[in-house]
């Protein structure tokens, strides 16, 4: 006989398969808008635009589970959270000025500061600010 | 702030584990708190003064 699933048990699966269905969205999308693909391919624009737009959703849940991870969690850990927010937040407002300052001053090639790519680096600074808040209270 | 949380546990033979699961919190909350890096918020150090039948200022000290 197997015993029901507990609720953190159902909340880590449910988290994990929509990281997962984002991620292979967001991965499938890209490859698909890749401009040597819509080079053969000739779709229409709105096509292409709704295509762009796939990732949203499963993008949409993942931020709620997110969210509804941290109201879980106890008062140590959401504290941890806010801390590599506090370190986060500031370091993409920095990126973002900086990058937005170099636009006007060379030509920064867009294959390479693009949106698609900068995004990333905000995952990574929270990341980051996850690792440094840590080492406060281990 | 000075807490007498480590002895308080030892007394009663109870693991990390044990006292996070009591409390509702993680392990790692009753280490942070244990070790002094992290000050609980008043509804947790009520919460630990109830389990162990001692008052708040019995167990944290401000210094």
Do not use: C
């Not at chain 1, 819509?38 to 990732?55: K, N």
């Amino acid at each position: 006989m197997t015993t029901p699933d507990s609720a953190p048990q159902r909340h880590a699966r449910y988290d994990l398969v929509v990281t997962i269905v984002w991620v292979l969205t967001f991965i499938g999308t890209r490859a698909f808008l890749d401009h040597d693909l819509q080079q053969r391919l000739q779709l229409a624009g709105w096509i292409r635009f709704l295509v762009a737009l796939v990732p949203v959703l499963p993008a949409a849940l993942f931020l709620r589970a997110v969210i509804r991870g941290i109201a879980r969690m106890d008062e140590l850990h959401r504290r941890v959270h806010l801390e590599a927010l506090v370190f986060a937040y500031p370091l993409a407002i920095l990126l973002l000025m900086t990058l937005g300052l170099l636009q006007l001053a060379v030509d920064l090639p867009v294959e390479d500061w693009s949106y698609r790519h900068v995004w990333i680096y905000l995952p990574l600074f929270y990341l980051g600010g996850l690792a440094l808040a840590w080492r406060r209270y281990r | 702030m000075k807490n007498a949380l480590r002895l308080l546990r030892a007394e009663r033979d109870w693991t990390q584990a044990e006292l996070a699961e009591r409390l509702d919190v993680s392990r790692q909350t009753v280490n942070a708190v244990e070790t002094e890096k992290y000050e609980p918020s008043l509804s947790l150090a009520f919460k630990i003064a109830r389990l162990f039948g001692r008052s708040i200022e019995e167990i944290f000290d401000p210094g």
